[in-house]
């Protein structure tokens, strides 16, 4: 089957095919599907060996932080519904349903070290996808949207009006690295997840909440011009920037702002964040080819910032579902990432190793076994965007409304800190969550 609006810019220079590993066909469905398969396959294999040894689902060995097997498990449940092929569907099942934890929230004890809003935001989105796209639900009461609901009523419930008009701190516990640090992933992953209950459920305080979030990182500058920067720190009241641009928020935003579009029936205040977000995500392309430019050429991206790109790239293709007058320029894009991320995969099975780069040529790729998840879980997402627009739609009409038993009582606001103080110090060493290398020097450099 050709996707004939897929046809026309693909033009690339034979010498670009030599280098060709996994031979993706951006015109055929089953050259999307197939490529797709070879990839989870790996993904799924690895995972699996790694549950053999250390036996908790829901979990990648290290080096991955938590946050990142979330995204890796939405991923995998997109794969289910775009490809069809349900064949990890139990496991996929029981790898999130045991990280939900504390609250029935996604906050579970064991990962208190790393578990930041933004962390716990990706476990909450994972279980939005399934609601959307009417994955088997659990056994017992509790819905996937359920669990998309706790998450959002604990974050809401952690707004913080003591510092810079309000927001969302990175961390949840006091004791982590990062609890005085605003940053746009928390907020944009709190608007997301707002934005797509919202959309869900029909219940305003959704979209109330996704107007407040939205409002208050534009009052603070984290998104100005349609850019969208890193963080601030609250301890100088957010009067300070850390202008780094990261593909996966300005993503989330544009995905954002097109649901509220589309919600409202073509607002024009959403029409001008989308056009002002997909015009700016150039910033982010190499001739049309998706980049993760602040440390991919330099060669310094971090674990986290290498699964930056996948996060990225599902979330632009729903916006060009959602918001179909951009969806040209996003499909220009998601084609020319998707053929870049295939042709730098090699292999299949646990040797399956994908690039970083979607540019050119990687000489220096991982496997999953072997420090490459966030590189293959990328590529596999920009494979399978390209299946968005023949899928099924999503459930965004009122078949599913949350149960009464979704909780979210208010009260895992986390300031007060569900870990007794024995952590604090442990904490303190630890590396926490996204970036925080790179934080490190940020608060550095704000402390001088
Ligand atoms: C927490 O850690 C223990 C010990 O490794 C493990 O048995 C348990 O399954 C873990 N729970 C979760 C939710 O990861
Ligand atoms: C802190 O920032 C907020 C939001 O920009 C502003 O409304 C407030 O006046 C600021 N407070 C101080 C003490 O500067
Ligand atoms: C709307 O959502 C909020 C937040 O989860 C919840 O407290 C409220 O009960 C919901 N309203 C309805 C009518 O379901
Ligand atoms: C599009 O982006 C360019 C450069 O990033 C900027 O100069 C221009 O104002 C933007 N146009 C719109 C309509 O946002
Ligand atoms: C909303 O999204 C649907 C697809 O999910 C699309 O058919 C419709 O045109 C969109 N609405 C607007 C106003 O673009
Ligand atoms: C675009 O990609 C090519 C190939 O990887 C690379 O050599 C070039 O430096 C990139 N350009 C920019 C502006 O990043
Ligand atoms: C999109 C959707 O599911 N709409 C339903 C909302 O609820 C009414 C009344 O139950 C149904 O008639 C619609 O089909």
């Not at 780094?244 to 029409?271: F, P, R, V």
Request: charged share 15%; with cysteine; proline share 3%.
């Amino acid at each position: 089957m050709l996707l004939r609006s897929y046809a026309v810019s693909l033009a690339l220079p034979l010498s670009f095919y030599a280098a060709v590993a996994l031979d993706l066909d951006v015109n055929s469905l089953d050259s999307i599907k197939s490529t797709a398969k070879t990839i989870a396959s790996a993904i799924v294999g690895s995972y699996n060996d790694n549950l053999e040894e250390e036996r908790v689902p829901g979990l990648f060995e290290e080096p991955y932080y938590w946050w990142e097997a979330g995204a890796v498990w939405e991923s995998l449940l997109e794969y289910s519904h775009l490809t069809g092929d349900s064949q990890f569907n139990d496991l996929i099942s029981t790898g999130i349903l045991h990280q939900v934890g504390d609250y029935d929230a996604f906050m579970p004890p064991n990962q208190t070290k790393t578990l930041g809003n933004a962390d716990q935001a990706t476990w909450g989105l994972a279980a939005m996808t399934a609601a959307e796209i009417g994955f088997p639900e659990p056994s017992g009461e509790t819905k996937w949207v359920d669990l998309a609901v706790n998450v959002f009523n604990t974050q809401a419930a952690r707004w913080d009006e003591e510092s810079c008009g309000g927001g969302l701190k990175w961390q949840i516990f006091t004791f982590n690295n990062g609890y005085n640090y605003k940053n746009t992933w928390s907020n944009a992953g709190f608007f997301l997840l707002s934005a797509r209950l919202a959309l869900f459920t029909k219940n305003e305080t959704y979209s109330q909440w996704a107007e407040e979030a939205y409002q208050w990182m534009q009052d603070v500058g984290l998104i100005s011009d349609f850019h969208a920067f890193d963080g601030t720190d609250d301890r100088a009241n957010c009067s300070q920037i850390n202008h780094i641009q990261w593909t996966c928020n300005h993503a989330m935003l544009t995905e954002g702002a097109a649901l509220l579009y589309n919600l409202t029936s073509g607002d024009n205040t959403w029409k001008d964040a989308v056009t002002g977000f997909v015009n700016a995500s150039s910033v982010f392309q190499n001739d049309t080819i998706l980049s993760e430019v602040a440390c991919e050429n330099n060669g310094k991206c971090d674990v986290d910032q290498k699964a930056f790109k996948g996060v990225a790239v599902r979330s632009f293709a729903r916006a060009a579902i959602a918001a179909p007058f951009a969806s040209e320029s996003i499909n220009t894009m998601l084609q020319a990432s998707a053929k870049g991320a295939a042709a730098n995969c090699d292999g299949d099975g646990n040797d399956l190793t994908c690039g970083l780069r979607w540019t050119g040529e990687n000489d220096d790729a991982d496997s999953v076994d072997d420090g490459g998840l966030g590189e293959a879980f990328s590529a596999m997402a920009a494979v399978q965007a390209l299946l968005w627009p023949q899928a099924e739609p999503v459930e965004s009409g009122n078949s599913t409304s949350p149960s009464p038993s979704a909780s979210g009582t208010g009260s895992p606001s986390g300031t007060g800190g569900a870990a007794g103080p024995e952590n604090t110090n442990a904490a303190g060493m630890t590396v926490a969550s996204w970036g925080t290398a790179f934080l490190g020097a940020v608060f550095a450099v704000l402390l001088l």
